[in-house]
Each structure stands twice: as structure tokens, then as C-alpha cells.
């Protein structure tokens, strides 16, 4: 598979160069250059298929020349020790877990993957630096799946709030790999700081750096991989329709599924499920995109106000438009409905849910009600986050007492530098460090 920019389709690139560059020159994002028809690779799998057997055969065909069956092997054997779970409510629902992971996000996926093939790519080939924007639970996702990964250091921009859940053993003084640096300004800061450092290319060559954040399309892609594996986990209980709803914050989940579609997958819809933001509402019903004021809510991973990925999705709807609006439904669900949301599921079919998984559920069951979705199509509803990430939260509602799994990652961690927002100061800690 070759890669273009979301603004020229001109020049093509590997999956490894947009990995390593991470954004062309263009100032566009990577997105792949035309669909790949895997049909044949997932099609003939069966609910006896485990996810890293999934991997291996899927990838080599999307990331060909890049990857050949034993470096995919290698590579899934590496990322993942875990594995998303489909769980079949009733007729019209089931439920993807995408939180068995080690920080219980979603983001553990794409993340994971980006750093076992970052390392098979750049195997016996010197050094690389990867650079995030972090926020806690981005960080330590990164942090744990790059600690200790040959070649590759790992560089954690963090806002003037407390760092959490890194383990120090793994920092770069303490002769690790990771360098978490807490920037005296916002998370826009952080993020700025990253752009302005890839545009810096001396600097990128000399130390050979690419970015972690969403736009590399290294974490985007391999979030195909769950999508596939609900569906051949599904694929014969059930003979009608198939959709699937997504809660949508950067959109880089549904951006996956409508890739995993465009490359083969039987589906039917994507709920593009937003919460009171309501980020792309209008722009996917086909009115120009505006941004809106930002709205603090119960979802906060949802909470974006210019999602990152809005050109990847501008790029489908500029190729397909009236494809796009049969494929794609826009939904926006308020607080009072996500937190009803997360008490009817439990009462309903004892489970528990997050907010961000109660907004894609309520979206769901909004969309079913209506006469061309009604009694023929079974909606999978992602849940992205653990609901134990929100135990005060979900707790207090179901009335029940939820396990802290997630304590450690609230521990606050000292950085190994506290910079203000200022490129020569970032640029200096890195150069000192390596």
C-alpha cells in the first residue's frame, strides 16, 4: 500500500516513509492512496481466530513491501498480550471491549502496534525519537509500549497539570527510554511544540524523529485490525445488516472502520456518535465545517472542538460524497442522556459502560428506532474506554461498588524537566538527553 497526502495526490510514499515522516511536507495528513480488497485474507476466519493470528495475515497485504508474514508475526507477537472482546447483547446490540489493555483505552491498540513495527522497521537501522503531545492516559499508553524498545526513545510533552502513571524506572535518567517533559503552558502548547519540531527538518533528520499523536498513520491503521476481528467473531450469528457505532472525539476510530469497509469489510453504517459538541454534525450532512465553542461535558475524550482528523474524513466525502451520506450517521447525545445511558445498560443487561461507550450507545439506540434501520440491523457499539477509569462516576450511578483497577495510573510522577512553551528550550532536552 502507498500513501498520498490528504491535500495532493502526489508524490506516493511507503507505509514505513509516512511512518518515519509522519506528515507530508503539504502540511496534509497520510491517508492510503487507494483501497486494497482483503476480502480473501478474513473472510474465511471463523470466531476460533485470535487477534495476533488475525494480524499476521492481514498485514503484510495492507503494509506490503514493509512487512512480509514472519516480520507481521513478529510484530503482533510483541504488540499484543491482549485482545478485544465481542460480547452479543441481543438481537439488535453487541458490545466491542477495546479496554483490555494496559491503560484500559482503546488507544492501546494503535499504539501498541505503532511500536513493535516501529522497531521491526527499524531494526539494525541506528536511532529514532518519537514525539507526543501527552495527556495522563496517552502518556502512559506510549510510555509502556515503547519502554524498552531497541533503537527508539520516546519524548512525552506533557501541560503544566501533574504528570501521571509513568514508571520512572523506564526514564531516560534512570538509563531508560522514555523522557516525559512538563511544558509550562496548555495541551494546545504541547501539541504546537510537537508540529513545530517535525517542520524543523534538520532537526528531524539528525535525530531521526517522527510523531506518536494520531496523525501517524502508524497508530491509525492498525485500528482496522479490531474491526475486522468483530466482524468475523459476528459474522454467523446473525443474517441481516451490520453497523457499528462509534464514539468520535478526533474521529480517527471511525476513519479505522471506514477504512476496514473501504478494504473489504460487509457493513452497512458507521454512528459517528458525538456528544454535545457535536463537532462534525453539520459538516457530515454536508454543510461546510464551522467551529463551535468548546462544551465541557461528562465525555470529556470527546470533547474536541477541530478534530485531527477532519481532512482524512474530508478526503472520503471529496471521492464519494453520496456514498459517504448513506454510510455515515451523525448522532449528538448531552450528559443527561450519556448518564441515563450508563443506567439503563446496567439495568437492562448487567453491564457496566463508560460515558464515552453510554454516548455511542445512546447514539445506537437512537439510529434504531428509525423505519430504514428498525428490526433488520445489528448495531456493535465500541466501547473505548474501562468503565473502572470512571468508578466514582459509574458506580454512583448503577449502585454498585467498582474495583480502582486503575490506581497506579493515578500516581503523580516528577518530569525530567519542567521548559515554558518555547521550541529552543524543547529542542534543547532532547539534544541533551541523546
Same mark, same amino acid.
Given at each position: ?6 491535500? *495532493? ?28 480488497? #482483503? ?33 507481521? *508475526? ?53 536511532? *529514532? ?11 502512559? *499508553? ?89 466482524? #468475523? ?202
Amino acid at each position: 500500500m502507498r500513501f498520498r497526502s490528504t491535500h *495532493s495526490s502526489e508524490p506516493l510514499v511507503s507505509f514505513k516513509d509516512a511512518v518515519l515522516n509522519c506528515l507530508p511536507p503539504d502540511g496534509g495528513l497520510y491517508v492510503p492512496d487507494k483501497a486494497m480488497d #482483503i476480502r480473501q485474507l478474513f473472510l474465511y476466519m471463523n470466531e476460533d481466530t485470535t487477534f495476533p493470528d488475525l494480524v499476521t495475515a492481514v498485514a503484510p497485504s495492507l503494509l506490503e513491501g514493509d512487512l512480509n508474514p514472519f516480520s507481521a *508475526s513478529r510484530v503482533a507477537e510483541s504488540a499484543f498480550n491482549f485482545a478485544p472482546e465481542l460480547i452479543r447483547l441481543d438481537d439488535n446490540y453487541s458490545i466491542l471491549n477495546l479496554y483490555n489493555g494496559p491503560t484500559g483505552l482503546f488507544k492501546d491498540f494503535g499504539i501498541a502496534f505503532f511500536a513493535a513495527v516501529l522497531e521491526e522497521l527499524q531494526k539494525n537501522a541506528g536511532h *529514532s525519537l518519537v514525539l507526543a503531545a501527552a495527556r495522563g492516559d496517552t502518556g502512559v *499508553s506510549i510510555a509502556h509500549a515503547f519502554k524498552g524498545r531497541k533503537g527508539i526513545g520516546a519524548v512525552l510533552a506533557y501541560s503544566s497539570e501533574s504528570i501521571l502513571g509513568l514508571d520512572p524506572a523506564g526514564f531516560v535518567t534512570n538509563g531508560g527510554n522514555i523522557i516525559p517533559i512538563q511544558i509550562q503552558g496548555t495541551f494546545d502548547d504541547c501539541q504546537r511544540l510537537i508540529n513545530e519540531v517535525i517542520n524543523d527538518r534538520p532537526f528531524v533528520a539528525r535525530y531521526n524523529i517522527t510523531s506518536a499523536n494520531t496523525t501517524n498513520p502508524g497508530r491509525l491503521l492498525p485500528q482496522i485490525f479490531y474491526y475486522l476481528y468483530a466482524f #468475523i467473531k459476528i459474522k454467523k450469528q446473525f443474517s441481516g445488516d451490520l453497523a457499528f457505532s462509534v464514539p468520535c472525539g478526533n474521529f480517527g476510530n471511525l476513519i479505522a472502520g471506514l477504512y476496514a469497509w473501504k478494504f473489504g469489510m460487509p457493513v452497512n453504517g458507521f454512528i459517528a456518535a458525538m456528544n454535545a459538541n457535536n463537532a462534525l454534525g453539520d459538516f457530515i450532512k454536508g454543510k461546510p465545517f464551522i467551529p463551535r465553542p468548546l462544551i465541557n461535558t461528562k465525555s470529556p475524550a470527546l470533547d474536541v472542538r477541530v478534530p485531527s482528523n477532519l481532512s482524512r474524513l474530508a478526503s472520503f466525502y471529496e471521492e464519494a460524497p453520496a456514498v459517504m451520506r448513506n454510510m455515515v450517521y451523525p448522532a449528538s447525545v448531552d450528559d443527561e442522556l450519556t448518564l441515563r445511558t450508563i443506567e439503563q445498560v446496567w439495568k437492562k443487561y448487567h453491564l457496566h459502560i463508560d460515558s464515552h461507550t453510554a454516548v455511542a450507545f445512546a447514539a445506537a439506540e437512537q439510529m434504531a428506532v428509525r423505519e430504514d434501520w428498525k428490526g433488520h440491523i445489528h448495531t456493535i457499539v465500541l466501547a473505548t474506554g474501562h468503565y473502572a477509569r470512571e468508578a466514582e462516576l459509574v458506580g454512583g450511578i448503577t449502585g454498585e461498588t467498582i474495583p480502582e483497577t486503575f490506581q497506579s495510573l493515578q500516581k503523580k510522577v516528577e518530569p525530567i524537566a519542567v521548559i515554558p512553551p518555547d521550541i529552543d528550550a524543547f529542542e534543547g532536552i532532547i539534544a541533551h538527553c541523546f
